[in-house]
């Protein structure tokens, strides 16, 4: 996270218009309340406009995570994952950003496949939508308020190519839950795809220039490394 927090930073300076999101399984996949206490302090810090749910944000608890989430006040987006108990959701099902004239709508959403090596204990109090359901009834809604749409998706590469021939207006898919790092953008359809791979090791970049009309006309896209020697952000060395 401190190589992490530097890179951001470092981008911010150089760009005024930079939008930071999560897909999702920022946490580690074994129980440790304590570490993950710190994380949450540290997602905050980076300051992401929109953070997606996976399976691994479970491995302290339901309870945890959602106390997590509100003392931390963490911007998440969520449609479908809920807690079984009367459907009550981790967050909105989606969130409108505005970078600089842009308005970006973020949609959170996750494949139930990608749930299925929770512990029962875990599992059985969360229910997960169908993201074609999801997606189907929130995008006509989106459309009207976004200029472009993104959707935060934690589920297989082969999951969101689907998603993105089912849902040609999407404009970019962000994945997460598979470890294949995509080091270009994969263009399917009209939506780009992009995710970084697992354990923290790379950032993944896109770059989008838009028109008068805010429609995509250029992009470039990249994994950046951090590595051993990448810079640290001090602030998050003291946290």
């Known amino acids: 996270m401190p190589k992490r927090s530097a890179y951001f930073n470092q981008v911010r300076l150089q760009h005024p218009y930079v939008l930071a999101v999560d897909a999702g399984d920022m946490m580690g996949w074994q129980p440790d309340a304590d570490r993950h206490r710190v994380l ?16 691994n944000e479970f491995v302290d608890g339901l309870r945890f995570l959602r106390e997590m989430i509100r003392q931390h ?23 409108i950003v505005r970078i600089g004239t842009v308005r970006v709508g973020i949609i959170g959403i996750a494949d139930p496949a990608a749930f299925a090596l929770m512990k029962p204990d875990q599992r059985d109090h969360i229910t997960i939508d169908l993201p074609g359901e999801s997606l189907s009834l929130l995008l006509p809604e989106i459309r009207q308020k976004a200029d472009l749409i993104l959707v935060l998706s934690h589920g ?21 839950y598979s470890s294949r ?21 790379h950032v993944g970049r896109l770059d989008l220039v838009v028109d008068d009309k805010n429609q995509i006309t250029s992009y470039h896209g990249w994994l950046e490394p951090l590595l051993e020697r990448s810079p640290d952000d001090p602030e998050v060395l003291s946290i």
């Open 40 to 55: 949450f302090d540290l997602i905050r810090h980076i300051g992401y406009n929109a953070v997606g749910i996976g399976d």
């Open 73 to 95: 006040d963490v911007p998440v987006v969520s449609a479908g994952v809920m807690e079984t108990a009367g459907r009550v959701p981790f967050g909105p099902a989606y969130r």
């Open 156 to 176: 297989a590469l082969s999951h969101n190519r689907s998603l993105a021939r089912s849902f040609p207006d999407v404009d970019v898919i962000v994945g997460s």
């Open 181 to 201: 790092p995509l080091f270009e953008p994969i263009v399917e359809g009209e939506t780009l795809i992009v995710q970084s791979g697992n354990n923290g090791s």
